[in-house]
């Protein structure tokens, strides 16, 4: 337990709060964690990688180059 964690009863587990950048997110009893609405892409290795957009609730593509 921590500060700002809230008691989940059903699990017997403490877990934080909803981000609140991320009001789209869910609340899994699976994992005990927030998680997207849309699974991340399956293809999220380098130079590829995600991040989310609350905006439009997706996973938009950044490349990343050296």
């Given at each position: 337990?921590?500060?700002g964690?809230?008691?989940?009863q059903?699990?017997?587990?403490?877990?934080?709060?909803?981000?609140?950048?991320?009001?789209?997110?869910?609340?899994?009893?699976?994992?005990?964690?927030?998680?997207?609405?849309?699974?991340?892409?399956?293809?999220?290795?380098?130079?590829?990688?995600?991040?989310?957009?609350e905006?439009?609730?997706?996973?938009?593509?950044?490349?990343?180059?050296?």
């Amino acid at each position: 337990a921590g500060i700002g964690m809230w008691y989940d009863q059903a699990n017997d587990v403490f877990s934080f709060p909803q981000p609140e950048a991320n009001p789209s997110w869910v609340y899994s009893s699976n994992t005990w964690s927030w998680v997207p609405p849309v699974p991340m892409p399956t293809d999220a290795v380098a130079p590829n990688y995600y991040e989310w957009v609350e905006a439009n609730t997706s996973w938009v593509l950044v490349t990343v180059t050296e």
